[in-house]
């Protein structure tokens, strides 16, 4: 009871601190993009106004981008705090990406920040211009190598298990960069915060409409953000499609779970809602062909065969496999100085069965099954949400470009109102990720339960209401310092 109680305390400390920590990025990502489009104009132009533009906005990503770095430390200590048998088991490959951003990525990142928002009349355009764009490049190559460690996470791929170190051992750096899942997670991540970016410029905009002051600046950004979040959206929607795919070849059980699929086929319908299916639509998805074939809940757990003859064992034979491999490794361990013929026969049981190691901790087949109403519901605020920001963002250019948005005070507030569902919505996609895959901390390789930290339980409960209140803090704090910079208005004009 003890141990299950500190792994939900210490799932739950570590989902505080990640969806905290989410709500910074996107933004950060977003605004990067949006405000060196701005620059670009007034290096181009000439045009004095877009300089103040963009120089407002920079204010902003400022603002959000120093208490997104507060909640990302913390959050990286937690690996060692919370979850110290993961970083002893992993730590040769998870460290490294996370290394690596932080050596290079952060520092390039705070480089060119200082000279973006100090450098303005210290430096020429040209340089302030690429200063800007720099920035936003950095955050996203600082993205890059998160997702990276995030991917691998969801589908390991450049390692070995080395017994004698009991740990897993990089053999390949470049399959870690290159994992497919990798490319498609970031790409769907960076293009996702075009659209917080941009939906958090449309509605701030659209606030100054509906006060009626600072109109050529409201409208000029609400056009910059449209297009670059129509854009990105679209993005989004494209690299989902390739993250369907990898979902559905190397973690069947998030998609049986985020669709409630409990038998599997052929032509396997998508669900809109429950009792509203529309048929092949999900075999589509997730395999580019209405006629491939999708295993729900069942068949994962069963064991089933595809149509093209590939043998998928049941959750019953993985469990077994992952005992036999722990009783092996253990039998390897303690032979291997007195008995090496012994210990290599051993070693040889363990590398046969060595892909369900982490099953041997699994005690129950129903622990296979992530939260399904929890992964499902997630799965449609992020899609429907999605859906309905584009659509708004298409509205609202498409009013800008006529001249008509500030005679529709309707769309105005609901371009304001919209922007809480944008970060509804990437919360939503992060819990389909995170939540889907459970009970795996690594899939497949590790369980939660074996990855947690040897702390007590109230230690790791007075650290989540201490995060609680720390965050909820910072989280004032920026809302409150953007909240006066909004009303003080960028300056662009005189009214």
Not at 352 to 364: C, K, L, M
């Amino acid at each position: 009871m003890i141990e299950s109680a500190l792994v939900d305390w210490s799932r739950l400390q570590f989902a505080l601190t990640a969806g905290y920590h989410w709500i910074f990025v996107p933004l950060t990502l977003g605004l990067a993009v949006i405000m060196a489009t701005m620059e670009t104009i007034y290096v181009i132009k000439g045009d004095e106004f877009w300089k103040k533009t963009a120089k407002f906005w920079m204010k902003l990503f400022a603002i959000n981008f120093a208490v997104g770095i507060a909640t990302g430390i913390i959050l990286e200590f937690e690996f060692g705090t919370n979850w110290s048998n993961y970083s002893w088991f992993v730590g040769d490959i998870f460290g490294a990406p996370l290394a690596i951003e932080g050596i290079f990525a952060f520092f390039m990142e705070a480089t060119f920040f200082a000279v973006m928002f100090f450098g303005w009349e210290k430096v020429g355009k040209r340089f302030h211009l690429a200063s800007t764009w720099f920035t936003g490049i950095g955050a996203a190559i600082s993205a890059v190598w998160i997702l990276v460690a995030n991917s691998w996470m969801q589908h390991p791929v450049g390692m070995e298990f080395n017994p004698d170190t009991v740990r897993h051992e990089m053999v390949d750096f470049w399959a870690l960069v290159l994992n497919p899942v990798a490319v498609s997670k970031f790409f769907h991540s960076w293009f996702s915060g075009w659209m917080t970016g941009a939906i958090f410029v449309i509605g701030i905009s659209c606030w100054y409409l509906l006060r009626g002051r600072e109109r050529r600046f409201a409208l000029s950004s609400i056009r910059v953000a449209s297009i670059v979040g129509i854009i990105g959206t679209l993005l989004v929607m494209f690299s989902g499609d390739s993250s369907a795919i990898h979902v559905s070849k190397y973690q069947p059980m998030k998609l049986a779970a985020a669709e409630g699929l409990e038998e599997g086929g052929t032509r396997a319908p998508f669900s809109i809602v429950p009792g509203v299916e529309v048929p092949g639509v999900l075999s589509i998805l997730a395999t580019h062909d209405i006629d491939g074939y999708v295993p729900g809940i069942n068949d994962i757990l069963d064991g089933y065969t595809t149509p093209e003859g590939e043998r998928y064992i049941s959750a019953e034979e993985k469990m077994e496999r992952g005992k036999i491999a722990i009783e092996a490794f253990g039998k390897y361990r303690e032979l291997k100085e007195s008995d090496p013929e012994a210990a290599a026969e051993a070693r040889a049981v363990l590398d046969e069965n060595i892909d369900y190691f982490g099953y041997g901790y699994i005690d129950s087949r129903e622990e296979l099954v992530p939260n399904v109403p929890l992964v499902y519901w997630a799965f449609r605020i992020m899609v429907g949400f999605g859906g309905l920001l584009l659509l708004l963002m298409f509205a609202v250019l498409w009013a800008e470009r006529r001249k008509k948005l500030e005679g529709m005070r309707w769309l105005q507030w609901a371009s304001l109102l919209s922007i809480p569902l944008v970060y509804l919505a990437g919360q939503a996609g992060w819990i389909v990720a995170e939540a889907g895959r459970q009970p795996w901390v690594i899939e497949g390789l590790l369980p939660t339960k074996a990855a947690v930290s040897s702390v007590s339980v109230a230690a790791v409960q007075t650290t989540f209401f201490l995060f609680v209140a720390i965050f909820t803090l910072f989280l004032a704090i920026e809302i409150r310092i953007l909240i006066k910079a909004i009303k003080e208005g960028p300056k662009t004009e005189i009214e």
